[in-house]
């Protein structure tokens, strides 16, 4: 099942608006989220969910007040600071670092070590296709380990429904999310915008992506502000073989369209929505490419 990955080395790069108007003009493929700390992409496509799950990832204490003496240890043991009150003390599941030490040595075997609920996922009917998406519960961890689940659903759900490819917004930056959202994608599109941060950030990326083989491309998001940058990061894409396939400029219909809850392609037919058109027929023959070498 081939599967794309839009990802950008850094937020506010116009990742989202891209990847849900490529879901536009793909339509009827299954659609993933897996920028799970933040994301945003259901605000666009407004999916409807069908089946959601709850996602567990380490453990915390919680405190059974029926067993408990009220002798205090546990207060005084908890280096985080996360138990407090005497009758009886309460875990607050937020500073709970799991490390269980208040379980090991609290002397009634008061306090039970369960699943820790971090975040939900679904499965849902969006107007672009069907979706997997999630949430992290906010300061949870582990969303390496949510973003493979999402794949393997989104996998399993493709092939439910015959549907012939995975669209999926990849989450900012190059840690460990990032890294589960690549691994065993078949084309990365990086979406970078003209300023240092913007080119240093794309080298970080795609050496990432470089190093797990994957094919990639390239879209330069505002272009038009800052022409001495997006020079230097075609350059730097030229000297690496990787293709720029399209430098769009600012235009105020992307925000237009996502004040009106609407993909930017679905909004206007403008010179911009073709562009991104072209740059998805591009995106399309790097597929078949890698495709054919499959
Ligand atoms: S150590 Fe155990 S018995 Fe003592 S206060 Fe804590 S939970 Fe209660
Ligand atoms: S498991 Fe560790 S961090 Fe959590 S409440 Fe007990 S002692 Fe504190």
């Not at 608006?17 to 992409?41: E, K, N, Q, W, Y």
Request: net charge neutral; aromatic share 4%.
């Amino acid at each position: 099942m081939p599967e794309i990955v839009v990802l950008s080395g850094k937020g506010g790069t116009g990742k989202t608006s891209l990847t849900a108007a490529f879901a536009h003009l793909a339509r009827g493929h299954v659609i993933c989220d897996l920028d799970v700390d933040a994301p945003d992409l259901h605000l666009l496509l407004q999916p409807t969910p069908r089946r959601s799950e709850t996602f567990r990832s380490g453990h915390e204490a919680r405190i059974r007040a029926a067993d408990c003496s009220r002798c205090g240890q546990c207060v005084d043991l908890c280096r985080f600071d996360a138990i407090r009150g005497d009758d009886p003390p309460v875990v607050n599941a937020r500073q709970c670092e799991g490390c269980k030490l208040c379980v090991a040595l609290c002397p009634q075997a008061a306090i039970d070590f369960i699943p820790r609920h971090c975040g939900d996922w679904h499965i849902s009917d969006s107007r672009m296709g069907p979706m997997v998406h999630a949430q992290l519960r906010p300061g949870e961890e582990n969303s390496g380990r949510l973003v493979a689940i999402l794949r393997e659903e989104a996998r399993k759900l493709a092939g439910n429904l015959g549907r012939g490819l995975i669209l999926s917004d990849g989450p900012p930056g190059v840690a460990c999310p990032v890294i589960s959202s690549l691994s065993g994608a078949d084309l990365a599109i990086i979406v970078t915008e003209p300023t240092p941060s913007g080119r240093h950030d794309l080298k970080r990326v795609t050496a990432l992506t470089a190093h797990f083989k994957i094919v990639t491309v390239v879209i330069i998001n505002k272009g038009n502000l800052n022409p001495e940058q997006t020079a230097g990061i075609k350059s730097d894409c030229c000297q690496r073989g990787l293709p720029v396939l399209a430098t769009l400029p600012h235009d105020p219909s992307v925000t237009a369209a996502m004040l009106a809850g609407k993909t930017v392609t679905e909004y206007t037919a403008n010179g911009f929505s073709a562009e991104l058109q072209a740059a998805w027929t591009g995106i399309q023959r790097h597929l078949n490419t890698v495709a054919r070498k499959e």
